[in-house]
């Protein structure tokens, strides 16, 4: 990583998270804290994410046609 070719790389790469932490969190459709989970658990999480918000829309356009 270029970035990292520094002197201390450990701070470079401390530094670039915190400047970039806000903006990953701005533009993130989905945030889950996974320190405490297995990996299948990370997994199920994303498939269960991805259902509910497949509901969701699907209630918002079957909610739209109605009105119209």
Known sequence: RPLLQTEDPRATLVELLRVR???YH???D???DTSRLTHDEVAD???KR???DKTA???RRSL???RL
Do not use: G
Request: no cysteine.
């Open 45 to 47: 999480a994303i498939l």
């Open 21 to 23: 932490e806000p903006l």
């Open 50 to 52: 991805i259902e509910t």
């Open 64 to 66: 739209r046609s109605e």
């Open 57 to 59: 829309i699907a209630n």
């Open 30 to 32: 989905v945030r889950l």
């Open 26 to 28: 701005s533009v993130a």
